[in-house]
Every structure is written in structure tokens, then in C-alpha cells.
């Protein structure tokens, strides 16, 4: 399904978490987003995690709208930015606004003036009848999270759609609550859900959509990949020649200790060979070279699934400085190998858990554990 005249929009928290990798990673994410086209999108409590500087700047470099319409400062109430804007469609008229939860905690730096989120359902209540004055279709991106967002459909009359987000999760099929068409957009760019609404008489006289998950099926951009690649580039050169930046905030950099620590398989395989050998054969022996042909082997939020021990004492820092301890290992299973079986807190045996650390619903919704396992065994029947 296509729809040549459309409006793309987000509902916030594109950001990154902490950190000068996710930094840069989130000013390239807006560029991006300016790229593919977005027109308007709204602000979760991610997007103050660098500044509010960073995230105004980086936005005045696109032709993207921020709008958040309970979001003032603190000492004036005046709007952080625009609390709404109206776009046309051929002749229709489509007004979006966004609004923030109470509940975000707002990271605000020192330098910066404090700002405050206003009751959402009472500027809604406020703002909705005005825009019903001005367009013939009010849209609302919401970053309430699931719940306040459906409150929001039965206390304030007015709003046609609303696209929400802040909770992980994903509409497979448009719903339709109190009256409103909503959606969810999934998370980490999974999805993209589509609305098609067919406007007569300055009214919506019907709709559908769809979800389209962005997988395989989906023909790559050459250009975007182009833009993506450079990036990933600059990111492997920046962050490779300095292995302590690859340590994630607030852990220790991952120096060898006296201490328990990692030994790498090649130790393990002087007592394990028949299990070393079945090992070898399997993906999690290669787990690395998935990094290298993408382009994130230098990237601290892809690292921890396909190292041993990366941000832990006596860990992977780089493959320069700790070559051994690259792809996924025996000890990213059974623990470090100074704690080996008969040791306290060995970790011999493995259960789903130890498995679901790294195979998350978001990285791989149709993992099973009960089929998978089956994939790697390496040990005696």
C-alpha cells in the first residue's frame, strides 16, 4: 500500500541514552530523520539527555517541526517549543500537537533554565477546541505511554488520530478508541505504521493502514545506506583508536585484575576439545565478523552481545588489546573461567535466561529458546 501524499511523523524518544557515541549517533538519527522526510515529531525525556542546546541545535538544521504542547520554562511558561503546527495536505488542513508525561524525568544541565510539564489532559482540553477551529484533521503524538494515552481518547473529545510511544510495543492493525484512530510505532525502527485517511468535505469519511515491518523484504535505499555507511565508518575510526571509549558510562575500564576474571576459549579448549570443536562450527563462534561486515565492531551498544566480558574487569576493550576475547565464547555462558564447575557461583549449567540477555524480543521477536538450543549444542549426549 502506498500513500503518495503523506506526512511522517514520530512520537519521540529518538535519542540515545548517555554517553559521546550516542551523541553523535542521535545528531546523525536527526539528520537522518530530515532526510527520509520527517515533518513533525514530538519530545520524549530522551531527547534532553545531551542538553537542550544540542537538541535545539541539531534540530535547526532540518526543515522538521518539534512541537510539545505541555512543555513551557519553568520561570516564564512560555513554550520550550512550538506547541503545535498546522501543515496542508492538497486542501486539507491536518493539525499536529504533542504532549509529554508528568511522570518523564526531564534531564536538565546545569546551565540551563529549568523546564516544567503541565497537566497533559488539561492543555488538551485547552488546545484541542482551538485547533478544531483552525484544521479539518487534529493529530495527536502522544508520549504518554500506553494508558494515559487511551485516558486521553475518553476525556478529551476532538482528536481524530493519535500516534503514541514512550512503551515499547507495536499495533499490528490500526485501533479505534472512543472514536480516535491510534497506533504505536514499535521501537528501534522495527516498523512503520501507515494511516490512509480519505478526507471529504473537510472530514474523514474513512480510513485504513497498515504495518509494514522493515526486514529483508524491504528493498534497500542505496543512498541512505551510502549515508549510514560513512557514518558507521567515522564511528569505527573514532572510537577504535581509543579502546577505553568503548567502555560503557559509569563502568570501569576493563583492565586485567588478580582477581576472577575472563580466560578465553583457548583455555577452555585445552580440557574441552570434543565441546570446543562442536562450538566452532556454530554462529556464536563467528559472532564478531557480524560487527566487522556491518560496521559496528567499535560500537558499545552492539559489543556486549558478540565479546566476552566487554565493560567488566578483565574483558574485551578492543580487538586490538584483547584479541582472544572476541565472538561469543564459552564464558559469556558459563561464566568467567577462574569460577570454573566445583568453584562457587559456577555457572555450568545454562537456562533460557543466560540466553534472553542478549536474544530480546526487540533484537529478535521470534526467538524460542526451545528451538534454538537445539542449534548449538556442543555437548556429549
Not at 517549543?81 to 526531564?106: E, N
Not at 542478549?358 to 528451538?371: G, I, R
Request: with cysteine.
Amino acid at each position: 500500500m502506498k500513500f503518495p501524499n503523506n506526512f511522517r511523523v514520530d512520537s519521540g524518544d529518538f535519542f540515545g541514552m548517555a554517553g559521546e557515541q550516542d551523541s553523535l549517533k542521535s545528531a546523525f538519527m536527526v539528520t537522518a530523520m530530515d532526510k527520509l522526510g520527517y515533518d513533525v515529531v514530538t519530545l520524549g525525556e530522551r531527547e534532553f539527555n545531551f542538553g537542550q542546546a544540542f537538541l535545539l541545535d541539531t534540530f535547526k538544521k532540518t526543515k522538521i517541526d518539534l512541537v510539545s504542547s505541555n512543555l513551557v520554562y519553568a520561570d516564564t511558561k512560555k513554550p520550550f517549543v512550538k506547541p503545535y503546527v498546522i501543515r496542508k495536505m492538497c486542501s486539507t488542513r491536518v493539525a499536529f500537537f504533542g504532549l509529554i508525561g508528568t511522570d518523564m524525568k526531564i534531564r536538565t544541565l546545569l546551565s540551563e533554565r529549568a523546564l516544567e510539564v503541565k497537566d497533559p489532559f488539561a492543555t488538551a482540553k485547552a488546545l484541542v477546541p482551538e485547533l478544531r477551529k483552525k484544521a479539518d484533521v487534529v493529530v495527536l503524538l502522544s508520549h504518554l505511554g500506553l494508558t494515559e494515552s487511551q485516558r486521553m481518547t475518553l476525556e478529551v473529545p476532538g482528536i481524530d488520530v493519535m500516534i503514541f510511544g514512550h512503551q515499547p510495543g507495536l499495533f499490528r492493525e490500526l485501533v479505534k478508541t472512543n472514536g480516535v484512530i491510534n497506533t504505536r510505532a514499535g521501537e528501534r525502527g522495527q516498523y512503520v505504521p501507515g494511516i490512509h485517511l480519505v478526507i471529504e468535505d473537510s472530514k474523514i469519511a474513512s480510513y485504513d493502514g497498515v504495518v509494514v515491518t522493515l526486514d529483508d523484504k524491504i528493498p534497500a535505499d542505496e543512498d541512505m545506506n551510502h549515508t549510514v555507511d560513512t557514518f558507521n565508518d567515522e564511528m569505527n575510526r573514532r572510537f577504535s583508536s581509543n579502546p577505553n571509549a568503548n567502555t560503557p558510562p559509569g563502568q570501569p575500564a576493563p583492565i586485567p585484575v588478580g582477581g576472577d576474571h575472563y580466560l578465553g576459549e583457548k583455555n577452555c579448549r585445552r580440557c574441552h576439545e570434543a565441546e570446543y570443536q562442536m562450538y566452532a562450527s556454530q554462529p556464536h563462534a563467528r559472532a564478531f565478523d557480524t560487527l566487522t561486515k556491518n560496521q559496528r565492531d567499535s560500537s558499545p551498544e552492539c559489543l556486549p552481545c558478540h565479546v566476552v566480558g566487554y565493560g567488566q574487569p578483565g574483558g574485551f576493550s578492543s580487538k586490538q588489546t584483547t584479541p582472544d576475547l572476541v565472538n561469543v565464547q564459552c564464558e559469556n555462558c558459563h561464566g568467567m573461567g577462574t569460577k570454573h564447575p566445583g568453584k562457587e557461583d559456577a555457572n555450568a549449567v545454562v537456562g533460557p535466561e543466560v540466553c534472553l540477555t542478549c536474544h530480546t524480543h526487540e533484537q529478535n521477536p521470534d526467538f524460542d529458546y526451545s528451538e534454538a538450543v537445539t542449534h548449538i549444542v556442543h555437548w556429549h549426549q
